[in-house]
């Protein structure tokens, strides 16, 4: 099965993503996450995203396609992915639209994970990662609860930069929901819920 997940940043994809690879043994691929280590590693394509990134402003289409087509080129996404990060706008979801027609495969649906853009602000002002392993955490995990690494908070979760994404959101990656409804493959789950009963709704349209 291939899912793509939608959301503002903050509504609880890498969340939600997460749980689908245990318990569906799906790949998950976030454009965000490889950005990031891209940036840190100082490679010349995470040198040049991080500026976008810091600004919370999208990384060129280019780039991103590029990542994704690598990827899924990879012989482990044949079990199956999570697009999470991606499509952030509609050139991007018609050269994945593509990239699936050339490889023979199909995206079978796109979950759009809802929630209020002030749920969001506080969200991500607590929002704390782990500099090792990535996972997703909260200011109150002092290191991380998963493998005792660092916690960090993201430059691009500062209030400020949060109202610009969620503003690049709205017009950019918004009309995507429109696009995958279209489609016939969209799903609508309220994300303001605890994650668990997130997942259940989610879990209901895994068939
Ligand atoms: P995320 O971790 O998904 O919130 O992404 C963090 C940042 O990475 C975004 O604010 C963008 O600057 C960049 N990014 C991630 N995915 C994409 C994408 N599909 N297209 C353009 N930029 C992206």
């Not at 079978?108 to 990662?129: G, H, M, N, P």
């Not at 998963?146 to 017009?171: F, H, S």
């Not at 929901?177 to 309220?190: K, M, P, T």
């Amino acid at each position: 099965m291939n899912i793509v997940l939608l959301g503002a940043p903050g509504a609880g994809k890498g969340t939600q993503a997460a749980r689908l690879v245990d318990e569906f043994g799906l790949v998950q691929v976030s454009t965000g996450d490889l950005l990031r280590a891209a940036a840190r590693a100082g490679t010349p394509l995470g040198i040049e995203a991080k500026g976008y990134m810091d600004a919370g402003e999208l990384v060129p289409d280019s780039l991103v396609i590029g990542l994704i087509k690598e990827f899924l080129a990879k012989p482990e996404a044949a079990q199956g992915v999570i697009l999470d990060g991606f499509p952030r706008n509609t050139t991007q979801a018609v050269a994945l639209a593509a990239e699936f027609d050339a490889l023979g495969l199909e995206i079978d649906l796109a979950i759009a994970i809802q929630v209020d853009f002030e749920v969001i602000v506080a969200r991500l002002a607590a929002r704390r990662c782990c500099k090792d392993c990535g996972l997703i955490g909260s200011v109150d995990d002092m290191i991380c609860p998963a493998c005792g690494g660092e916690m960090y908070q993201r430059d691009d979760d500062m209030p400020q930069t949060v109202r610009n994404r969620l503003a690049i959101y709205e017009k950019s990656t918004a009309p995507l929901i429109e696009y995958y409804r279209g489609a016939d493959l969209l799903i609508e789950v309220d994300g303001d819920r605890h994650p668990d009963i997130v997942f259940a709704d989610i879990k209901k349209y895994m068939v």
